[in-house]
C-alpha cells in the first residue's frame, strides 16, 4: 500500500514549515520507506503500518495547533512491494522510449 498524505495546521499563522518538519520527523522515525515533496508525503506498508505513522504524524500536529487538515490518498494494492520507486521507473520508461 502506498498513502500520499498531508496535514497542515490551522490556526498558527501562514509559515507552517516548523510544523510540518514535526510531522515529517514522525515518517522518517517510522523506518517506512518513503518520499517527501512539496505537497505531500508518500509511505509504503502496510494498512496498520501506514495508518499508525499518519495517526502519529497528526498527532504531533495536534500537540502545538489548535486545528489540523488532513488529505489522504490510498493505493491499495496487494502483492506489491516497492511501489514508490517502480511507479515512478514505469512513467520514466515511458517516456524515454
Excluded at 55 to 73: C, D, F, G, I
Excluded at 80 to 87: E, I, M
Aim: net charge negative; charged share 30%.
Amino acid at each position: 500500500m502506498i498513502v500520499a498524505f498531508s496535514v497542515t495546521p490551522i490556526g498558527v499563522g501562514e509559515d507552517v514549515g516548523e510544523y510540518v518538519a514535526d510531522a515529517v520527523r514522525v515518517v522518517r522515525e517510522s523506518g517506512l520507506p518513503h518520499r517527501t515533496d512539496a505537497m505531500f508525503t508518500s509511505l509504503e506498508g502496510d494498512w496498520d503500518e501506514c495508518m499508525e505513522v499518519v495517526r502519529k504524524a497528526v498527532a504531533a500536529l495536534e500537540e502545538r495547533a489548535p486545528r489540523v487538515s488532513l488529505v489522504l490518498k490510498a493505493d491499495i494494492r496487494q502483492g506489491v512491494t516497492d511501489g514508490l520507486t517502480s511507479k515512478v521507473e514505469s512513467v520514466e520508461r515511458h517516456l524515454s522510449g
